[in-house]
């Protein structure tokens, strides 16, 4: 069969319940401002999603033999995204996720949630993104930057795995993420080629379509911010977490997953299930805020800067 | 056309064939749930669920089996489980330094590892019953009963009708690429890695744009036809008085067998 499953899809069974839920709930926010941004859309845009999902799922088929009998192929959210803009990719990705559940358990149902926001919101958001910084460049600066975002949304989908697994207690993170960061960050080479490939053959022959998604989604600057916020979490987390595992852990004590993780899940609402509310954990998530806000500052200070000399440019 | 590679549909007139598809879904995703709820290392209960997947696989007339065969495609997924036996505290069962891992395998450990690979195996089996004894299109339609969002499901309904195309496209593809693969003899065919990767790439961008003008045919000739912005259905999908007591009697036994699992 050429359909060949990759290991992020997350069979039932491998997250406790609390974590599948937790990401339900995300998923389901982040999709229903998806559907409702692309309702606004013509109704053409129904088909044209469904199709390309369909694509989608027919192009992870498509793969070339490296070495030793393994392949490489695609996951494909990147390519969707700076196809069909970042809410369309989304949702586009997110039918793929769920037949391949349903309908040949490639990944379970209580944990789709988080395999959709591995594999289809994390995966559309980076590789857009990167995609939009690149806008108005040169090409070659398009397409490494379609790249570059193609590996890093690979490698976030498997941080975030690694994570979901060491939180729910069915890994042990200084394992399971060296282990799957690792994996990723030679399949996502396989990804970064197509994708890159891909995007250069349809400039090469249909270039009105690249520039027709990029004049429809003028205002998505702010998926500039979001694809370098979350690539900055991988990069500064990843290495942050194959050093010192035991900082996150310690981190994750606090917020007290470990011991939901270590008790069975039916402890859910236990004195456990209402961790937010204690000193260390509100100290914790404070740092967090600031640091994220600090670094969204500078980021968007540098994207003006960037913009405005790209404007006195022209 | 490639019926057998994405239709799971078995056909047959058991109950479970009968039954509403917004019913089969609740049932299969409360008995998910229901799995994810038994304690580590529960094997009555475990046992107990997998004797009732026997017992449905045999009641679809499916041969006790059916899922059995099909129901270890999570198994490699164990592989990332397997590291939850040193993860917990408890009685040592074996040590290993293993490089800069230090390994202590742990009876809890142990449980847990197991509890995991069993509740993922019972998982996928009731998946498996669902989508065997359910259309994909039915399936797709009790997921808009259940309230998700009509675009969505819209989607999700396209992509299942243009997988058989468009996965038909790409056998074509393949099978052009492969006609033009010769090896002469005495040389090493293939190129390089990237220059592989490429012309996959190539492909993909074909196909892209094969499915792009695709769906604006598509498009035309669903107004043509007199399209309005959602897809309708002849099956009326309603839920009889059957199905709910049936739901009822399902939701009763996994209540009946989380009480067992978590008081006795």
């Known amino acids: 069969m050429l359909y060949s499953p990759s290991p992020l899809h997350i069979p039932d069974g491998f997250l406790s319940l609390a974590i599948s839920l937790i990401f339900w709930a995300i998923t389901l926010v982040i999709l229903s401002t998806a559907v409702k941004r692309t309702e606004t859309l013509d109704e053409k845009q129904v088909p044209l999603m469904g199709v390309m999902a369909a694509f989608i799922f027919a192009a992870q088929m498509i793969n070339f033999p490296v070495a030793g009998g393994t392949s490489g192929h695609l996951l494909g959210g990147a390519l969707a995204a700076i196809m069909l803009g970042p809410w369309a990719g989304m949702l586009v990705m997110t039918a793929v996720v769920a037949v391949q559940g349903l309908l040949f358990q490639d990944g379970g149902l209580l944990v789709m949630g988080a395999n959709i926001f591995n594999m289809g919101l994390l995966t559309a958001a980076i590789g857009f993104g990167f995609y939009k910084a690149a806008e108005g460049r040169q090409r070659k600066l398009k397409l490494f930057a379609a790249g570059l975002g193609a590996w890093l949304s690979v490698m976030a989908g498997a941080l975030f795995t690694a994570l979901q697994l060491w939180l729910s207690g069915t890994a042990r993170l200084d394992i399971v993420l060296p282990a799957m960061l690792g994996v990723h960050a030679v399949i996502g080479i396989g990804e970064v080629l197509i994708t890159v490939a891909a995007i250069a053959f349809i400039f090469k022959t249909r270039p009105d379509l690249l520039e027709e998604s990029e004049s429809s989604a003028q205002n998505g600057r702010g998926w500039i911010v979001v694809g370098a916020l979350l690539s900055l979490g991988v990069v500064l987390l990843s290495p942050f977490a194959s050093a010192d595992p035991d900082g996150l852990e310690r981190v994750a004590t606090d917020l007290g997953f470990l011991e939901q993780g270590a008790n069975a899940p039916y402890k859910l609402l236990s004195d456990y299930a209402l961790p937010f509310f204690r000193d260390s954990a509100f100290s914790t998530i404070a740092a967090g805020l600031i640091g994220i806000l600090v670094i969204a500052a500078l980021v968007i200070f540098l994207a003006r800067r960037r913009s405005i000399r790209h404007t006195s440019h022209n | ?264």
């Open chain 2, 1 to 264: 056309m490639h019926d057998s590679l994405f239709d799971r549909f078995r056909e047959g007139e058991s109950f479970l064939h009968r039954l509403a598809p917004t019913v089969k879904v609740v049932i299969t995703v409360l008995f998910i749930l229901s799995d994810a709820l038994l304690p580590d290392g529960h094997w009555l209960g475990f046992g107990i669920s997998w004797l009732t997947i026997l017992l449905l696989n045999l009641a679809a007339q499916l041969g006790w089996s059916y899922t059995l065969k099909r129901s270890f495609i999570a198994f490699p997924f164990a592989l990332a489980a397997i590291t939850a036996i040193f993860a917990l505290p408890g009685e040592t069962l074996a040590v290993w330094d293993f490089g800069p891992w230090h390994l202590i395998a742990t009876d809890a450990g142990l449980l847990r590892f197991l509890s995991i690979v069993v509740r993922s195996w019972l998982s996928v089996q009731v998946a498996i019953l669902l989508v065997t004894t359910t259309q994909f299109p039915d399936l797709i339609h009790a997921l808009e009963h259940l309230r998700l969002p009509r675009m969505l499901v819209t989607v999700i309904a396209f992509l299942y009708r243009y997988i058989f195309v468009l996965s038909d496209e790409v056998l074509r593809l393949l099978r052009a690429r492969q006609a033009r693969s010769a090896i002469p003899p005495h040389q090493r065919g293939g190129g390089s890695i990237l220059w592989r990767a490429r012309i996959a790439g190539n492909m993909v961008g074909q196909l892209f744009l094969r499915s792009y003008e695709r769906s604006d045919r598509i498009y035309n000739a669903m107004l043509a036809r007199g399209y309005q912005g959602h897809l309708r259905t002849l099956n009326r999908h309603g839920i009889h008085t059957r199905d709910w007591l049936l739901m009822t009697f399902a939701i009763f036994l996994l209540i009946l067998l989380q009480l067992f699992a978590h008081l006795g």
